[in-house]
């Protein structure tokens, strides 16, 4: 398996446009999470999904950022309209049955700086 | 939600020393595992370990757990310039965080120098 994949690596974009982060998980994984990492606030997990459905989104900093899961291959993080606030790296995860009994394995990053 | 508290914050070694980190949590878990992150990159999961367990091993890594302190610690042994990183603890209980998901720490950021 090539393991957790995100896209794009990397992106910069105006404030005010929308920003759409994209995950592939590792077949098999029904649990999938999205997580923001700063300096300033370290890791914090965004987003929840077991078997496609959300379970929890209390992380979900605004209305801005939405987040989908239409099948178990794959997600979208969306952010609209992006600020500056939201420059980070967006991590998603994956990890076999509830999100706390195995370990969990991590894309390598969306960078995303809005300017 | 709450975090728990990783120390120390940052770990300076010579290559061959051994590097001992802490984590301490606030509630009950079901388990506490330990991540590794280079620069740049993804989280990667080192090591899982139970609440009923009290310590594991693999290959240098030993974690230890002690429940009654609601803590941890992370030993790698004979360090080397490859294990520059920084580790995270996480459970799945911190600050109420039991619907499933883990709660990381904000990690021990180790430097072996060669």
């Known amino acids: 398996d090539a393991g957790v994949i995100q896209s794009p690596r990397h992106e910069v974009t105006e404030m005010g446009q929308e920003v759409t982060l994209r995950c592939k998980p590792i077949?098999?994984?029904?649990?999938l999470f999205w997580y923001r990492q700063t300096m300033m606030r370290g890791l914090e997990l965004l987003i929840y999904?077991?078997?496609?459905?959300?379970?929890?989104d209390s992380g979900m900093p605004e209305d801005r950022f939405s987040a989908k899961m239409p099948n178990a291959s794959f997600s979208t993080l969306k952010i609209q309209p992006s600020e500056p606030r939201d420059s980070a790296v967006y991590f998603c995860a994956s990890t076999l049955g509830q999100g706390w009994s195995y370990g969990y394995t991590f894309g390598s990053g969306t960078r995303l700086t809005v300017v | 939600s709450q975090q728990g508290e990783e120390d120390p914050q940052a770990l300076s070694i010579q290559e061959g020393e051994n590097a001992t980190m802490n984590c301490s949590y606030k509630?009950?878990?079901?388990?506490l595992q330990w991540y590794r992150q280079n620069s740049g990159r993804g989280l990667v999961h080192l090591i899982l370990?139970?609440?009923n367990e009290r310590e594991k091993h693999s290959g240098r890594l030993r974690v230890t757990l002690d429940t009654s302190k609601k803590s941890s610690s992370l030993l790698i042994t004979a360090s080397r310039a490859a294990d520059t990183a920084s580790y995270f603890c996480a459970t799945d209980a911190w600050g109420g965080g039991s619907q499933g998901n883990l709660i990381f720490g904000k990690g021990t950021k180790l430097s072996v120098k060669p």
């Open positions: 077949s098999g994984h029904n649990s």
């Open positions: 999904f077991n078997n496609n459905v959300p379970i929890d």
């Open positions: 370990i139970r609440s």
């Open positions: 509630t009950s878990i079901n388990n």
